[in-house]
């Protein structure tokens, strides 16, 4: 499988309530991550997780909360988002510390916040 | 400080013109650089990547240290070619950061 995967593919959701989006990769890699983009605009890195340990926090706002349950699974918790969040939300995977370090990304889940 | 830059936001070309998608970057290391793709409603996915010196679909990319620059070439493009282009250059060590230029939209007439 050299795929990752994100569930679910659209999501919408009010300003009180509370979410979880899901990544999964199966290539084995131990380096995962959440990045925000918008319209047009390249991604932002939110999150970086190297061996299932929080490695990197972008200075983001404590209603989006990261996890990493396992090497093979990435959620993010949403909570109290505003509209400004809507975006499209994307988690990529790579092997950290070896060879060309290129990132593969899921396919995103396309948040509305109303 | 880190930095990529790609100074054309839409770069309009007829099918069977030469394209030239510019990527300047600055890093004080060894740069290790990329060509990603977004086509329309699909995932972004990696093109090329300089250490390999590879093409792929038709697309290159060499690094100009001097000019500090990795411009993606395709002398001849096509319609399918058309979707936004990202340069991005790794942030390493334990930080496994990858920065993005701004993109450059690649639009191909028929």
């Not at chain 1, 509370?18 to 990544?23: P, Q």
């Not at chain 1, 605009?41 to 990197?56: A, G, H, R, T, W």
């Not at chain 2, 054309?8 to 004080?28: D, R, T």
Request: glycine fraction near 6%; proline fraction near 6%; charged fraction near 20%.
């Amino acid at each position: 499988d050299t795929e990752v995967t994100q569930t679910p593919k659209h999501l919408v959701m009010g300003m009180t309530n509370k979410k979880s989006l899901k990544c999964e990769q199966h290539m084995g890699h131990r380096a995962m991550y959440w990045y925000k983009q918008k319209a047009k605009k390249p991604p932002e890195l939110m999150f970086v997780y190297s061996y299932e340990k929080l490695s990197i926090n972008e200075s983001v706002p404590s209603r989006f909360s990261p996890e990493c349950p396992n090497s093979s699974l990435l959620n993010l918790h949403l909570h109290a988002l505003q509209p400004e969040d809507s975006a499209l939300y994307l988690c990529a995977s790579s092997q950290p510390g070896r060879g060309t370090y290129e990132q593969y990304f899921g396919p995103g889940t396309r948040l509305t916040v109303t | 400080a880190q930095r990529v830059t790609q100074p054309e936001k839409l770069l309009s070309v007829f099918k069977g013109a030469p394209v030239e998608l510019k990527c300047n970057y600055s890093y004080s290391g060894s740069p290790e650089l990329f060509w990603y793709v977004q086509y329309s409603r699909q995932r972004l996915q990696l093109l090329l990547r300089h250490i390999s010196r590879e093409s792929i679909k038709g697309f290159t990319a060499d690094l100009n240290k001097g000019e500090t620059s990795f411009h993606l070439k395709k002398p001849f493009a096509q319609e399918e070619d058309s979707a936004m282009y990202y340069c991005a250059l790794f942030y390493g060590g334990a930080t496994n950061k990858l920065i993005f230029g701004t993109g450059t939209l690649l639009a191909v007439q028929p």
